[in-house]
């Protein structure tokens, strides 16, 4: 399917095109209050004026191009909105355009939320750092670690410390993902069928067979750790995830429509998702794996099974940005905000891996030699597997946030194009 080149390529969207212009502007959209923030319409100080329609003319060109369905934006600084829109489609076939209230699969930008969840019960001393999980997971008591063999017959060793909660923080525990590679422990990997799982507790049970790829706290590898860390968050409050998260972050924070599936009501403004194909071009695929509108029984992804929209996923950036507090709520300490976005652990490089990582987010280090973008020295946040982005910047007091449907992620190095577009706006 070749996407459309402009909102009145077809006549018959011209209505709903017209409609959205109508709505939420043309060329430069107006920022309005249901960004989930507060407008400052002048931007005076916060951007350059001459220099913002640039961010508007970079995600334009990758919809007139076909490269993507559509896009929703959002630049805050200093606690306001200054640059913002909604452009393309969230569903091509239907010619339903973007809007600011366009449902999304973030994936893996569920993390942070999981994360922040996890940090509040530390902050409460029920969780610390340097337990092992096995504290509350016994199934993980006795981990070993993979050194060869064949999926039939791995050699294994048994782990030489236990997994620690902040290597599940980390990301460094061992634990790694089925989706990537096609290696020995790959084949291993997909064997328990992890995302066909009906609660955490038959997540962890299948988890728990697993062999680590390295050793508890070697290295940084992507995984399955804060879908393990959902589980440890569910025996130690005694609450089912989305229950907990909603009582401390969501209904705190007015993130009406963030949660683990979409109620029928709602199903109109989820966005569809796409696929680069062969030929560069978006093409609609269905949702990935366990990614659905209506989860498998009672299964809950801390890892990747939110769907959020940019109003919402705005106050969430902020209140981090605020150093854990929004509009008077505070979720998190600043100093456990600036733990949570202190490097932890530098990742060797690799196709996946971060320059640096903290706590369920990747962080930009001193040396800007690393950097894939522009940005500032301690800037933060994690991306989703269908290009959804945020960056948190306390240095400039800025957050970025780009949501749209295309996988794989970061496809033409969107979030850099991206990112530098809105760095260079900067006065």
């Avoid at 940005?321 to 060797?348: D, H």
Wanted: hydrophobic share 40%; with cysteine; net charge negative.
């Amino acid at each position: 399917m070749r996407l459309p080149q402009t909102p009145f390529r077809r006549s018959s969207s011209l209505f709903a095109a017209i409609l959205f212009a109508l709505l939420f502007g043309s060329g430069s959209s107006p920022v309005r209050a249901d960004w989930g923030l507060p407008a400052n319409t002048s931007s005076q100080g916060a951007l350059l004026a001459d220099r913002t329609p640039r961010i508007r003319a970079s995600l334009q060109r990758d919809v007139d191009n076909g490269q993507m369905a559509g896009f929703v934006w959002l630049v805050a600084r200093h606690g306001h909105v200054v640059d913002s829109g909604a452009i393309g489609w969230r569903d091509v076939a239907a010619h339903a355009p973007m809007t600011p209230d366009t449902i999304f699969r973030i994936y893996s930008m569920t993390k942070i939320i999981t994360t922040v969840t996890a940090l509040t019960l530390v902050e409460e001393g029920r969780l610390s750092f340097n337990d092992p999980i096995s504290k509350y997971l016994p199934e993980f008591a006795s981990p070993h670690v993979f050194t060869g063999g064949t999926a039939d017959a791995p050699q294994l060793v048994p782990a030489e410390s236990p997994i620690t909660l902040r290597e599940i923080l980390s990301q460094s525990s061992g634990l790694r993902y089925d989706v990537f590679g096609n290696d020995t422990l790959h084949d291993i990997y997909v064997r328990p069928h992890l995302w066909d799982s009906t609660s955490l507790q038959d997540f962890v049970t299948r988890a728990a067979t697993l062999p680590l790829e390295h050793q508890p706290g070697a290295r940084w590898t992507y995984g399955i750790n804060t879908d393990i860390l959902g589980a440890i968050i569910e025996k130690v409050s005694g609450e089912p995830l989305e229950q907990i998260e909603r009582e401390r972050i969501f209904t705190p924070l007015g993130m009406d429509d963030t949660s683990f599936s979409v109620p029928d009501a709602k199903l109109p403004r989820l966005a569809k998702l796409y696929q680069e194909g062969p030929d560069g071009k978006a093409h609609e695929v269905p949702p990935f794996g366990f990614i659905t509108t209506q989860p498998k029984g009672t299964f809950r992804s801390g890892g990747g099974g939110l769907f959020s929209d940019a109003h919402d996923y705005a106050r969430f950036a902020q209140m981090l940005l605020n150093g854990g507090e929004w509009n008077g709520k505070r979720i998190l300490g600043r100093a456990t905000v600036e733990m949570m976005s202190s490097i932890q652990i530098v990742p060797v490089p690799g196709p996946y891996s971060p320059p640096a990582f903290g706590f369920g987010v990747q962080v930009f280090p001193p040396d800007r030699s690393k950097f894939g973008s522009l940005g500032s020295p301690g800037c933060y946040g994690w991306d989703g597997y269908a290009s959804t982005h945020v960056l948190i910047d306390p240095h400039e007091d800025m957050f970025v946030l780009l949501l749209t449907q295309i996988a794989p992620t970061d496809a033409n190095q969107l979030f850099e194009r991206f990112n530098n577009t809105v760095y260079q706006a900067l006065p």
